[in-house]
């Protein structure tokens, strides 16, 4: 059954970056009624901007919007809206190469309620920010710890939609795993806890041979688009790709290892730490299979390779 009201998002407007106002009882900020998206434009080196499959997060935030009890706007009014946003913003597009622009649409309940229920009232909004490398290793490996007592989402609850009530769940765990030196924290199902999940803010990919592996999507993780992306990639490329249940000690076998997502883009897992035992990948961490699946992705995104699967906008 539904629970969504109707909303009506097409009055849009683009306003200078700034605060905005809310009112205290807003359903977003008492009952967490709020999801996000994140892409990126990248400048091509003819100087054109490109946009990574807009559409995608249009769907997933229309899925996620009735999860949440949101209307949310259409797929059409989605991209629209976030081509306008960074046309009018084309000027902090970084140079070709150098980095890309973060584009994070949001979708809140903004009218007013005090006992629980969804909100009267929804706003949209769009905000950019230039970005470069996520982790600050860069392309670099990164350093995950396997955390077994928190859990980022549990079967039956909002985990598989990018509501902003999965992000606060995650920064104690977080916050203490970069306090010790590590780049983010890799969850296990918390049913077996033996089962991968994904890492704070990107999915997660086991290498051995040819083939890859990557948790099913079940409801507890997010369908990444880099993830959905990056497996039509592999496939494409000659490897065996496999969505199921992986486990710890798979992954501890694994030839390689990386993650996927707009931010981190394909990053390559350089040592996983599990039960305070560290276990290394390659002889740098970087491995084979992750630098080729990141050179071909990162070279659709900034047009430097023919779009055969048409996952690229371009912005005139
Ligand atoms: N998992 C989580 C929890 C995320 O926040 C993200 C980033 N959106 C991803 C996976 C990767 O998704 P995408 O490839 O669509 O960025």
Redesign the pocket.
């Known amino acids: 059954m539904k629970c969504v009201k109707s909303g009506n998002f097409s009055r849009g407007e683009l306003q200078r970056f700034g605060n905005i106002e809310l009112n205290p009882s807003a359903g977003v900020l008492n009952y967490g009624q709020g999801l996000f998206e ?1 892409l990126k434009a990248y400048r091509k080196e003819d100087g054109k901007i490109l946009l990574f499959r807009p559409e995608e ?1 249009a769907l ?1 935030m229309i899925e996620g919007a009735e999860r949440m009890c949101m209307p949310s706007p259409t797929v059409e009014q989605f991209v629209e809206a976030v081509k306008a946003t960074v046309l009018a913003n084309k000027r902090w597009v970084p140079p070709s190469g150098k980095g890309s622009l973060y584009i994070r649409p949001l979708l809140m309940g903004s009218g007013a309620v005090l006992g629980l229920a969804p909100a009267p009232e929804y706003t949209f909004l769009i905000y950019v920010s230039p970005v470069g490398n996520y982790f600050k290793e860069g392309v670099a490996p990164i350093h995950l710890i396997v955390e077994h007592e928190l859990h ?1 989402a549990t079967p039956g609850g909002t985990g598989g939609v ?1 509501t902003i009530g ?2 606060a769940a995650v920064l104690k765990a977080q916050s203490v795993a970069k306090a010790k030196g590590f780049s983010d924290v890799l969850y296990l199902d918390c049913v077996h806890k033996k089962y991968l999940e ?6 997660i990919f086991v290498v051995k041979g040819n083939v890859i592996s990557t948790p099913a999507i079940k409801g507890t ?2 369908p ?4 959905k992306s990056i497996i039509d990639v592999a496939r494409s490329e000659g490897f065996q790709v496999e969505e199921r249940s992986v486990t710890i000690h798979e992954l501890l076998d694994a030839d390689e290892v990386f993650c ?4 981190v883009v394909v990053s390559p897992v350089g040592s996983i730490t599990y039960m305070g035992k560290r276990v290394s990948f390659g002889e740098d961490g970087v491995g084979t299979v992750s630098k080729q699946l990141y050179n071909v992705l990162t070279r659709l995104q900034m047009g430097l390779i023919e779009d055969k699967m048409n996952w690229t906008m371009e912005l005139s």
């Not at 996927?260 to 931010?263: D, K």
Request: hydrophobic residues 20%; contains cysteine.
């Open positions: 994140g997060n997933r980022r990018k999965n992000y994904e890492v704070s803010s990107c999915n993780i997010l990444g688009i880099t993830r996927t997502g707009t931010a």
